[in-house]
């Protein structure tokens, strides 16, 4: 069992009978105060995506999870089920929609990097690619020289997201999107 200064992020902690994800640690020491650090933790819920932000001694004492990434791809949806297979021993993981819900904006069947989140063997989560490569369904027409100008205009993926894009971009070309700020990075 490692101490609170000992957590890193991106790992996995086992808190109140929930398993969370650390995505960031602020560290503070408290003036005129006997004791050591605090650590404040930002956390995520592994199975419902919730935030939890909690303030640690330095010398609390946290369960690390035992949480493993198997890398993936999309193989079909079956009703409200996702079903991914794992590309090393081909094992099938079945992801209820509402578990991974804002991830499928940005999932396909050819996404690379997908890495499904397993909390004792069972599948609770996947784990998306900074930066992932889709084909635009619609936007309005190419504007000729709108490379010149920072003008966007919205253009839908073949996902369901919407994203700001050049004029010069059009329908089927295919894009890099950031995952996390939800925005065109370039053309692929």
């Known amino acids: ?103 499928l904006l940005f999932i396909t069947e050819d996404t690379e990097g997908v890495m499904v989140v397993l909390v004792s063997d069972s599948p609770v989560g996947v784990d998306l690619p900074p930066t992932v490569e889709l084909p635009i369904e619609e936007t309005d027409p190419s504007v000729k020289g709108g490379s010149a100008t920072a003008r966007t205009k919205p253009a839908r993926l073949t996902t369901g997201l919407v994203v700001q894009v050049p004029e010069h971009i059009s329908t089927g070309d295919r894009i890099k999107v950031n995952v996390d700020e939800r925005k065109f990075l370039s053309r692929a």
Not at 2 to 24: L, M, T
Not at 27 to 44: D, E, H, N, T
């Open 1 to 103: 069992m490692p101490k609170a200064s000992e957590i890193k992020k991106n790992q996995a902690v086992e808190y109140q009978g929930r398993v969370y994800f650390v995505k960031d640690i602020e560290r503070s020491v408290p003036q005129g105060r006997a004791g050591g650090s605090l650590y404040r933790m930002r956390m995520y819920d592994v199975v419902t995506g919730q935030k939890l932000d909690e303030t640690f001694k330095d010398s609390d004492m946290l369960n690390q999870a035992d949480l493993v990434r198997r890398p993936a791809v999309f193989s079909y949806a079956d009703g409200d089920e996702y079903v991914f297979m794992d590309t090393e021993d081909f094992t099938q993981y079945l992801l209820n929609k509402s578990a991974i819900e804002d991830d």
